[in-house]
């Protein structure tokens, strides 16, 4: 019998919500999408900084580009139809000049 059916599926589903209880199986749900992802990653040859790099959340590239956006306005910058990234080459760029003048 190498097949598993439907009915056997079920039941060791039933069996894992019993055991664990609804309240667990989000949070078991979500480990062993990391897992995967995690052992997938790794296969692939991925470092563990590359996938945070690819995976940062919403609200931290937000909270960045709020970042990027005061510092080019205090440093006089105009940023309409600019990239995030070209605005912080020439924040980059602003920040150096001072410091060469000083040499």
């Known amino acids: ?3 598993i059916g439907p009915w056997e599926i079920a039941l060791i589903l039933a069996i894992v919500l019993i055991i664990f209880g609804p309240k667990k199986l989000p ?41 990027l956006l005061e510092t080019a306005k205090n440093l006089g910058i105009q940023t309409e139809g600019k990239t995030m990234e070209q605005i912080s080459k020439e924040i980059t760029k602003a920040a150096s000049k001072p410091a060469e003048q000083e040499s």
């Open 1 to 3: 019998m190498p097949f």
């Open 27 to 67: 949070q078991l749900a979500k480990a062993i999408g990391d897992s995967i992802r995690g052992f997938k990653d790794a296969s692939d040859g991925k470092t563990p900084t590359q996938t945070q790099q690819t995976q940062q959340p919403v609200q931290y590239q937000t909270k960045e580009s709020d970042l």
